[in-house]
């Protein structure tokens, strides 16, 4: 994003050059010229658009891939709750399934 920005910036720059060159055939903008009015206007409205964007791709971050990374530790934490159930029902099932031997059974 920023690269493309930047690239904007010296399109602008070329452009704004190559009117004030051809147009007025200036060495040097006063600072209260149309020209340079115009190019801090641009700048201005160039930075802004730059943080608003960056402010919007914040927000979107932060609402999608951020939440899918919380539905997601969700649903791990769910699975291994039903592992670890599983697994506490199996030992139990295997436990009451073995015939414990007695002293009962031994004696004659």
């Known amino acids: ?4 920005v930047l690239v904007i910036l010296c399109a602008w720059h070329s452009v704004i050059g190559t009117i004030v ?8 903008l006063s600072p209260d010229s ?6 801090r206007k641009v700048f201005f409205a160039l930075v802004g658009l730059y ?7 914040g927000i979107w971050h932060y609402c999608v891939p951020i939440a899918r ?12 709750e039903i ?8 030992r139990l099932s295997a436990r009451s399934s073995i ?3 007695t002293n009962s059974d031994y004696m004659a």
């Open 51 to 57: 943080i608003v964007v960056h402010f919007a791709m």
């Open 1 to 4: 994003m920023s690269i493309f």
């Open 34 to 39: 149309y020209w340079t009015w115009l190019d």
């Open 21 to 28: 060159y051809i147009r007025d055939r200036y060495d040097y």
């Open 69 to 80: 990374r919380r539905y997601m530790k969700q649903l791990d934490k769910r699975y291994h």
């Open 99 to 101: 015939n414990y031997n």
């Open 83 to 90: 592992i670890s159930e599983n697994i506490s029902n199996d």
